[in-house]
C-alpha cells in the first residue's frame, strides 16, 4: 500500500498577506480583507483561508493538511484562479475581470464548454475572469480571445442528460 502523500502547509505571515490582497486587487479591482483570516498556502501555491479560532483548535488537536475554504490557485505572473467559493467572497465588489453570461451561456458553461460571454467587465486577455449570471458567482476562467475557456472543475459540472 502506498503512502498518501503530505502537503506542507505554510501559514501566511501579515506581510504575505497583504501581497496575495494586492494580487486580488491587482486582478479583480476588489479589496478584499484577509487579515481577518488565517490563511495558508500549500506546497502547489493553493490558498485556504479559515477563522482564527477554528484553524487554532484544529491546528492543536491534529495534524493538517487542508483547513477552512479553499480561496483559489496563484498563477505565475501574479494571477489568482479563484475558487467558486473564492469569486462569491471577491466579487461583491469586483470592477474588472468580470464575465457576465446570458441564461444559455451559463447553462453551457456549467456543463463544461468554453462561452463567449454577454458583456466583459474590465476582461483582460490571458487573465483569469469570474464567471457570473445574474447575481450567481459561477468560478474562474481563463480569458482568451474574447472567449471563457472553461476551467470548472469536473466535480462542479452539471451532467448532460
Known amino acids: 500500500m502506498q503512502a498518501e502523500k503530505v502537503r506542507s502547509l505554510e501559514i501566511l505571515t501579515k506581510e504575505q498577506i497583504e501581497k496575495l490582497e494586492k494580487i486580488v486587487e491587482k486582478n479583480y479591482g476588489s479589496h478584499f480583507d484577509l487579515q481577518q483570516f488565517f490563511v495558508l498556502k500549500t506546497s502547489e501555491d493553493k490558498m485556504w483561508i479559515a477563522t482564527k479560532e477554528v484553524a487554532n483548535m484544529a491546528f492543536e488537536k491534529i495534524p493538517v493538511n487542508s483547513i477552512g475554504l479553499y480561496l483559489g490557485k496563484i498563477k505565475r ?83 448532460i442528460l
Not at 468580470?98 to 460571454?117: I, K, N, Q, S
Not at 467587465?121 to 483569469?128: I, K, R
Not at 475572469?129 to 469536473?154: A, R, Y
Open 77 to 159: 505572473n501574479d494571477k489568482i484562479n479563484l475558487s467558486v467559493e473564492g469569486c462569491q467572497l471577491v466579487g461583491k465588489d469586483a470592477k474588472k475581470n468580470v464575465a457576465l453570461l446570458d441564461e444559455e451561456a451559463a447553462e453551457r458553461f456549467l456543463h463544461g464548454e468554453d462561452v463567449m460571454p454577454k458583456e466583459a467587465v474590465n476582461c483582460e486577455e490571458h487573465n483569469f475572469v469570474m464567471v457570473k449570471h445574474e447575481g450567481d458567482f459561477l468560478g474562474s476562467s481563463p480569458f482568451e480571445g474574447k472567449k471563457i475557456k472553461n476551467m470548472l472543475p469536473k466535480s462542479r459540472r452539471l451532467a
